[in-house]
């Protein structure tokens, strides 16, 4: 076997390459281009194709000559989020459950509203399959009517949710008939999020789905989290605790996204 031949073999693919680069990146807080490169057998460019791929599922931050974590600054995790508002996430997730119809497919996000509208739609008890990323929504719906499909992928423990490329490879294998998904923030500008690698997951979700729903409390208005998951318009509608006003509210109504208020039911 030739020297190339041999470096060949050794060179990893692409999937385990890009698992490594966050594995190396949970023990120390940047890695380098250069190194890597050395380190996996492959050229630069390669390496900052990897980068640029993490990057955009939020699941590293580019810096200049390397990569870091991504810092997750002071948004609350999951326990925090479910332990606030609860009556108003409650309504919105009654709310919401109901948008399920029987024989549906529906995506639904991981998030502590989104938990919420999977225990309505357990107790509604709605036949139908559930496409999840969330580990709570998986074991909320497990037990009843709904068919659970759990996706694959890392596990984010402080979400009790997985993320990155195997989830959205899963994600992009379906067309559904709805997808439910909740945000950090909502604004003008559309839907955003602050939890590492969650904007690429919605972003699937909302792809691959015929009809689209946002859960969003009221007090994430006007809010924008650090990555940007899509405009209004890819948006059918919001269910919300309380109707948005001024720039929102025109915004909403000029991309033509239905808004679903609990004040109103």
């Known amino acids: 076997m030739s020297k190339a031949e041999i470096k060949d073999k050794a060179r990893l693919k692409k999937k385990e390459r890009r698992r490594q680069i966050l594995l190396e990146l949970k023990l120390r807080p ?12 492959v050229s630069t460019e390669t390496v900052r194709r990897d980068f640029d791929a993490l990057s955009g599922e939020g699941l590293i931050a580019r810096a200049h000559g390397g990569a870091s974590a991504p810092s997750q600054g002071h948004y609350p995790n999951l326990d925090e989020r479910a332990n606030s508002r609860i009556d108003e996430r409650e309504r919105i997730g009654r709310r919401a459950a109901k948008l399920v119809r029987e024989g549906e497919t529906v995506m639904i996000d991981s998030g502590s509203t989104t938990i919420e509208m999977a225990r309505a739609l357990a107790y509604l008890g709605t036949p139908c399959t559930v496409i999840t990323n969330s580990i709570p929504v998986a074991m909320t719906l497990g037990h009843g009517a709904p068919e659970v499909l759990l996706c694959p992928g890392e596990y984010l423990a402080a979400e009790s949710a997985v993320i990155g ?19 950090s923030g909502f604004s003008t500008e559309g839907p955003s999020e602050s939890v590492r690698g969650f904007a690429a997951v919605k972003r699937m979700m909302l792809q691959r789905a015929e009809y689209r729903h946002l859960l969003i409390d009221s007090q994430k208005f006007g809010r924008k989290g650090l990555a940007h998951v899509g405009d209004l318009t890819g948006l059918q509608s919001i269910v919300v605790d309380s109707r948005p006003k001024d720039a929102l509210l025109g915004a909403l109504v000029a991309a033509n996204v239905d808004i679903i208020s609990t004040d109103d039911t």
């Open 30 to 41: 940047h890695v380098r281009i250069s190194e890597l490169a050395q380190r996996f057998n």
């Open 165 to 183: 490329t195997e989830t959205l490879e899963f994600l992009s294998r379906f067309n559904v008939d709805r997808c439910v998904i909740g945000s």
